[in-house]
């Protein structure tokens, strides 16, 4: 399995600032996402990170506001841009899955909190 | 589009109560891959199961144990003697087939939170 791991684990911010959070996963993986869980909810898809090209970003999210880097196959980053108090979540990073390689894994999560 | 839907918000069992999870899907996609995931306490997702649709057997791992049943489209997740250790909230999420052995995004259920007292 993959391991994956998050930095930070946990921030607070202010409100107006910014916060990249990067994954590292130990294995080259084809794909990467990231995702957002509001306190009390499901998990919601912010994009697909793509290795060497921009990522796909999913209904009601824009690369303004998170952008995201995947400069390799085993590392990628997502920033959290003019934060709101609104952003406070918990956002995961994952690798997708292939076979019997890999199940869809999850980082351990960055719990974020914007005062 | 695709939608997972998880009717039950909260199921509260005593220990050793065996507890089943709904969890309900559509889909227009034929290869499609669902799978649970328990988040305890902590928030970090722990993977359970994933299923593909071409496999309609039901899996039991221990005191865990799948039904899938494609012709109601259903992929119900049940603990059996049922632990305090097991009181999480249980996801259960459909990801489209990229292609026969692999699969990308998830869509998640809005979860089901599972209270075992002693």
């Known amino acids: 399995s993959a391991v994956i791991s998050q930095k930070p684990s946990r921030d607070i911010c202010q409100r107006g600032t910014s916060l990249t959070i990067q994954c590292q996963v130990d294995?080259?993986?084809?794909?990467m996402f990231w995702y957002r869980q509001q306190p009390g909810q499901s998990l919601t898809l912010i994009a697909t990170a793509n290795q060497g090209s921009e990522a796909t970003y999913e209904s009601g999210f824009v690369i303004d506001k998170f952008p995201i880097s995947r400069p390799n196959l085993t590392f990628s980053t997502l920033t959290v841009s003019n934060m709101s108090p609104e952003d406070s979540s918990i956002y995961l990073c994952?690798?997708?899955?292939?076979?019997?390689?890999?199940?869809?894994?999850f980082g351990p999560g960055t719990r974020l909190t914007v005062t | 589009a695709q939608k997972v839907t998880q009717a039950q918000t909260e199921i509260s069992v005593v220990e050793k109560e065996d507890v089943t999870l709904d969890c309900v899907y559509e889909t227009r996609d034929t290869t499609y891959y669902l799978f649970w995931y328990k988040q305890p306490p902590s928030g970090e997702l722990v993977f359970l199961i994933r299923?593909?649709?071409?496999?309609?057997q039901n899996e039991i791992s221990g005191r865990y144990s799948w039904n899938f049943q494609k012709s109601t489209s259903s992929f119900n997740f049940t603990i059996t003697a049922s632990q305090v250790v097991d009181s999480a909230v249980y996801f259960c999420a459909l990801s489209e087939a990229m292609t026969t052995d692999s699969w990308g995004k998830l869509q998640f259920g809005a979860g089901t939170q599972v209270v075992v007292t002693p």
């Open positions: 294995s080259q993986v084809t794909m």
């Open positions: 994952s690798v997708g899955g292939q076979g019997s390689t890999y199940e869809q894994y």
């Open positions: 299923r593909n649709s071409f496999d309609e």
